[in-house]
């Protein structure tokens, strides 16, 4: 059972150099053009990447291949050697390979831009508001404890560690020594 969020970070489109396509509008025209020709790297059955791209496919009525990898290594080796057109990836997978123009970012996920790319439009601002996910870092709690009272404790415990300069709010969230 999650107790608190620790982190969530957004996913970015990103696209192979040999992908035509320079705007997110003009990629989902692309696929468009071309029904289930592209393919997409996931990095696993149930990942938020994977889903986010059925949700894409289901909103705009859209058909891609889906190949699924095991894990984000693999997705992202063959991304970058150009045996899968494109992928819906964590904005800190993706972010190496996009400032080294080894893939093109389309969009990202969110309310706001990310700031590591902020030439890069989110989905909201391009009018898909409901092309949204994000990945999510949480704590969880099982068994015997009183799990609303100890959740408020450890919430109050992680928000001064983040707060605090000096605090190794990693030690803090995870119980290791720092």
Do not use: C
């Amino acid at each position: 059972m999650p107790i608190t969020s620790i982190s969530m970070t957004p996913l970015v489109l990103e696209v192979h150099p040999s992908v035509p396509a320079k705007t997110l509008k003009e990629f989902f025209d692309l696929v468009r053009s071309e029904p289930g020709k592209l393919t997409m790297a996931s990095p696993g059955a149930g990942t938020t990447n994977h889903l986010l791209s059925e949700l894409v496919q289901s909103t705009l009525g859209l058909k891609w291949l889906t190949v699924h990898y095991r894990g984000n290594a693999p997705a992202a080796n063959d991304l970058i050697g150009g045996q899968v057109q494109f992928a819906f990836d964590q904005i800190s997978v993706g972010l190496p390979f996009i400032k080294n123009g080894m893939v093109r970012a389309l969009a990202v996920t969110g309310d706001h831009r990310a700031p590591e790319m902020p030439d890069v439009p989110t989905f909201t601002e391009l009018g898909y508001k409901d092309l949204d996910a994000q990945t999510g870092s949480r704590e969880g709690q099982s068994g015997g404890e009183t799990i609303r009272s100890r959740a408020d404790d450890r919430n109050v415990e992680i928000a001064r560690a983040q707060r605090s300069s000096t605090t190794d709010w990693a030690a803090v969230v995870t119980g290791w020594p720092a």
